[in-house]
Structures are given as C-alpha cells and as structure tokens.
Nanobody, 121 residues
Framework: QVQVVESGGGLVQAGGSLRLACVVSGIFFKINDVGWHRQAPGKQRDLVALITSAGSTNYPDSVKGRFTISRDNAKNTVYLQMNSLKPEDTAVYYC???????????????WGQGTQVTVSS
C-alpha cells in the first residue's frame, strides 16, 4: 500500500516563507512525476509546481520566482519552498505523486490528504 503524506503547512504573515514536505511510503518501484496543487475555498484545484523523475520543474506564472519544488529521492520526499507569500496563496496544498507499481510496472496517481496554508495580510 502506497501512502502520500504532506506536512509543513501553517499560518504565516504576508512576505513570509514556508516549506512543505510530501513523503511517499510503502512498496513501489519508482516515484515518477510529483506535483503540488492547491485549492482555495470555492475554487478549483490548481497545479502550482511539478517535478519530473529527472528533476525538471515547471511552475505557473502566479508562483514563478517565489516557489521552488525539489526532491530527495533517497528520502522519497518532495519539498515545496514557498517564499514571499501572499494572502492569495492561502489554500489547502495537496501533493500528487505518480508512482510506478512494483507488481505490474504501471503508473498510478496518489493524492495526500492536504495541508492548510494560511497567509495573513
């Protein structure tokens, strides 16, 4: 059974920083692409950062230059460093990991439970 667990959310003032962590545990062959998404109340869930298995990254314009995604393959962990936070960054942040199964070598998507980030003005 594969589990994806996020941590690191909290309350921070505008201009501050937070680092989120996404830990993948269980039995699997490989972690492929991992994305951080966020969802504010009444809004759709949007991708804010993506990292491939090769380490390539991608960000939407809304967070480019402020957010940095990275991965530590030895720890099965992906981080999201968020700097210069704004009140509009307030949302629940979710990790989505594309995991290659050990049993059939197919890729499956797994979501974490989310972690709340609140930025006060």
């Amino acid at each position: 059974q594969v589990q994806v667990v996020e941590s690191g959310g909290g309350l921070v003032q505008a201009g501050g920083s937070l680092r989120l962590a996404c830990v993948v545990s269980g039995i699997f062959f490989k972690i492929n692409d991992v994305g951080w998404h966020r969802q504010a109340p009444g809004k759709q869930r949007d991708l804010v950062a993506l990292i491939t298995s090769a380490g390539s990254t991608n960000y939407p314009d809304s967070v480019k230059g402020r957010f940095t995604i990275s991965r530590d393959n030895a720890k099965n962990t992906v981080y999201l460093q968020m700097n210069s936070l704004k009140p509009e960054d307030t949302a629940v942040y979710y990790c989505n990991a594309r995991i290659r199964s050990y049993s059939d070598l197919y890729d499956y998507n797994y979501w974490g439970q989310g972690t709340q980030v609140t930025v006060s003005s």
